[in-house]
């Protein structure tokens, strides 16, 4: 069989062989083994790159008969870099296998393109992860309420994992939500409006907060990578607080 797919993760196998993690457009995220070129041409398949690969097995680990780069080899590096290998953690530890996910394949293919055309990191990367929580089933719903209702612009609401957004009117809270955010913000976080610093902000916190449940508990290693500050702005009962500016 023969398909097309980037490489996002290798590690050692046997002598002459390595494990190739890879994400494809007819098989999702698809597990080989690849034996390796004579010595005096042994190069392992580097990330980033798309290549053509020819493949046989019907169990969950192919073996990998050929695999030819579709482009020369360009490097990431610095906080391109950084966020890149994010993403591959991300894939590797919550994406299922041998399940075909072409809207992943083309996100991720667009966020790879955008990373060496040196867009901003912090939208690509929110971007990234709605469209993989909407992959796994997982989607945070900003566009309505729990209920179904429409927002209000100017209404606060808070928000909860299990009830999504409901309208807060500073009652006292039986539990306490993931943040707080204005009906104005959460209509463009819905919209996909990552220009915006508050919907950034928010994306923020809170696709960390999602993150955490969808690993239960494992960590995210390459997170150490990148920029880390802490929550500056405005919280009520020590939960952020996210208005239109």
């Known amino acids: 069989m023969r398909a097309n797919g980037y490489v996002i993760h290798t590690r050692p196998f046997q002598d002459n062989k390595v494990l190739v993690d890879l994400l494809t457009q007819e098989q999702g995220l698809m597990r080989g083994v ?36 579709l ?69 945070i719903s900003m566009g309505v309420t729990g209920r179904g209702e429409p927002l209000k612009a100017t209404q606060m609401y808070q928000f909860h994992g299990q009830f999504g957004l409901r309208p807060y009117h500073g009652e006292i809270l039986k539990q306490t939500p993931i943040v707080f955010v204005e009906g104005q913000v959460a209509m463009q976080y819905h919209a996909g409006v990552w220009r915006d610093k508050q919907v950034l902000s928010l994306a923020k916190v809170l696709h960390r907060h999602w993150l955490d449940g969808l690993l239960n508990g494992k960590p995210v290693v390459s997170r150490e990578l990148l920029p880390t500050t802490s929550f500056r702005g405005e919280l009520h009962l020590g939960v952020p607080v996210f208005r239109a500016l």
């Open 34 to 69: 690849w034996r390796l070129p004579k010595k005096e041409a042994r190069v392992l398949p580097g990330p980033f790159l798309c290549y053509e690969m020819d493949y046989v097995g019907r169990s969950d680990l192919k073996t990998i008969k050929s695999l030819e780069s």
């Open 71 to 139: 482009s020369a080899p360009s490097p990431l590096d610095g906080l391109n870099l950084y966020a890149a290998l994010y993403v591959h953690e991300l894939l590797e530890k919550l994406l299922p296998t041998n399940l075909p996910l072409p809207d992943m394949y083309a996100l991720y293919q667009w966020l790879i393109e955008s990373l060496y055309a040196g867009a901003p990191v912090a939208p690509l990367l929110r971007r990234f992860e709605v469209g993989l929580f909407a992959d796994l089933g997982s989607s």
